[in-house]
């Protein structure tokens, strides 16, 4: 099958960040496989699709979430993250595969909508009788038809040794090395074309032993897979690592093996400047998730610092239960936002935000060869924004009109050369049925959580 789409802005985001006011892009199969100015030369059979009043850029790569919290929004809306934890733990007591199915297509539907085509997700509770939660999350990324990244995440440190979870959802560790050990050997696929790479990824240090953090990581590396946890979100994880451990969050997760080229964390918003000179001269990755750092006011990333120091940065949903939005794209506009809130006019560009949500992304996710950019050889993950209707109409820029307005409808999203999402349309699930099914579930979880 050839895809020839034409007419339009291009965005490459290659090595030198080519960019194209009418260009043409030409993929077959699961393949981009050719960029150019102008008209596309014309290939027997092959689809053409009329780019024109639109802009293509990379598929966006969601490096942050937990996709299980679709069913649980809304709930302690105004509180704290431990606040907020310690109200939702009981709630995410009850999931099962039904719940995480359900909740995973309604999260991923969402996104592919804004314009992801690759997503991360970080699981971590895993009830008793909850059944096989990896393989639930799986199925609905299979259905929706997004390219993968699951880590298969894990607490052990309950409430009666000092941690913050209740100690009915925490697991013991032998088990969980055991059970993220069977989800690699199961479903890892380490294929250039890869629609599927699982992680290892304790949850954080305030629910995880440093004994498995320790073990975790040896079996990541053993195993070949990347390294994924939560880290220096809030000032309140600053104080509890101070007062158990004598340090701060990050030389916590060093001494344990927690930093390289092969582990990414999530928020990352408390690091000090040698805390930042330190991610960056390891190679460690960063999944910046404004939306939910503002959400539940944890502060900000330091994301262009960050970046400077050279440590990949990508952009992250986080879970739903606290950015209730759910959208990537909307997380490249708050990435620009927040950090000029913080750091002045000229501290990120529009460009240098969609960079993250592409390169930056694709980087932090080990996958730079083959995802994040627009350029012969590389994987057919690519975004068509509508950016003609009144919304962004007379905006001469389009790169500033998708970034800066109000999110874009999508005209086409493919995912490994497949159309996913089509006049902002998601061909691949019914989002009706789907919206009553995730209500449905919702009630059921608060229902049971009462009980
Ligand atoms: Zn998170």
Same mark, same amino acid.
């Given at each position: 099958m050839t895809v020839v789409v034409e007419g339009c802005a291009v965005v490459?985001?290659?090595?030198?960040?080519?960019?194209?006011?009418?260009?043409?892009?030409?993929?077959? &199969?699961?393949?981009?496989?050719?960029?150019? *100015? &102008?008209?596309?030369?014309?290939?027997? &059979?092959?689809?053409v699709v009329d780019g024109h009043g639109c802009l293509l850029t990379p598929g966006l790569v969601n490096t942050h979430n937990h996709l299980y919290q679709w069913v649980t929004r809304g709930l302690a809306a105004d509180a704290t993250l431990f606040d907020w934890l310690t109200t939702l733990y009981p709630v995410w007591a009850g999931i099962d595969e039904e719940a995480v199915n359900v909740a995973a297509q309604g999260a991923l539907a969402r996104l592919a909508r804004t314009g992801c085509t690759t997503s991360s997700d970080h699981h971590y509770v895993f009830p008793r009788d909850g059944g096989d939660l990896f393989a639930a999350e799986i199925a609905a990324a299979e259905s929706v038809g997004l390219r993968f990244h699951p880590a298969r995440g894990s607490m052990d440190l309950g409430r009666k040794d000092g941690g913050l979870p209740p100690d009915d959802v925490v697991e013991d560790r032998d088990a969980v090395l055991a059970a993220t050990e069977a989800a690699? *050997?199961?479903?890892?696929?380490?294929?250039?074309?890869?629609?599927?790479?699982?992680?290892?990824?304790?949850?954080?240090?305030?629910?995880?032993?440093? *004994?498995?953090?320790?073990?975790?990581?040896?079996?990541?590396r053993r195993k070949g897979v990347r390294l994924h946890t939560h880290l220096a979100e809030t000032t309140d994880e600053d104080v509890f690592c101070r007062e158990r451990f004598g340090c701060s969050p990050l030389e916590y997760a060093d001494s344990l093996g927690w930093t390289g080229d092969d582990v990414w964390l999530a928020h990352g918003t408390h690091f000090d400047d040698r805390e930042v000179k330190r991610i960056g001269t390891t190679g460690t990755g960063v999944a910046h998730c404004p939306s939910s750092n503002a959400r539940l006011g944890a502060g900000i990333a330091r994301a262009a610092d960050l970046r400077t120091a050279g440590a990949p940065v990508g952009l992250g949903v986080d879970g739903a239960a606290s950015n209730e939005a759910g959208s990537l794209i909307e997380e490249v506009r708050h990435a620009v936002l927040f950090a000029r809130a913080t750091g002045g006019p000229e501290a990120m560009t529009v460009r240098d935000a969609l960079e993250m949500a592409t390169v930056g992304g694709a980087e932090v996710l080990g996958r730079r060869d083959a995802i994040g950019s627009i350029e012969p050889g590389k994987l057919a993950d690519l975004a068509l924004w509508r950016m003609d209707?009144?919304?962004?109409?007379?905006?001469? *820029?389009?790169?500033?009109? #998708?970034?800066?307005?109000?999110?874009?409808? #999508?005209?086409?999203?493919l995912v490994d050369g497949r159309p996913v999402v089509e006049r902002d349309t998601v061909l691949t699930v019914d989002e009706h049925a789907l919206a009553a099914r995730v209500a449905v579930v919702h009630e059921t979880l608060l229902r049971k959580a009462r009980r």
């Open positions: 490459t985001m290659d090595a030198v960040r080519r960019e194209l006011s009418n260009g043409h892009v030409v993929v077959q &199969g699961n393949r981009i496989v050719a960029v150019g *100015d &102008g008209a596309a030369p014309s290939y027997d &059979g092959a689809r690699i *050997d199961r479903w890892h696929d380490p294929a250039f074309d890869s629609m599927l790479r699982v992680a290892v990824a304790p949850c954080s240090p305030f629910s995880v032993t440093g *004994d498995l953090m320790r073990e975790a990581a040896a079996l990541a209707t009144p919304a962004h109409a007379g905006i001469t *820029d389009p790169v500033a009109a #998708l970034v800066l307005g109000t999110p874009p409808p #999508l005209e086409l999203l």
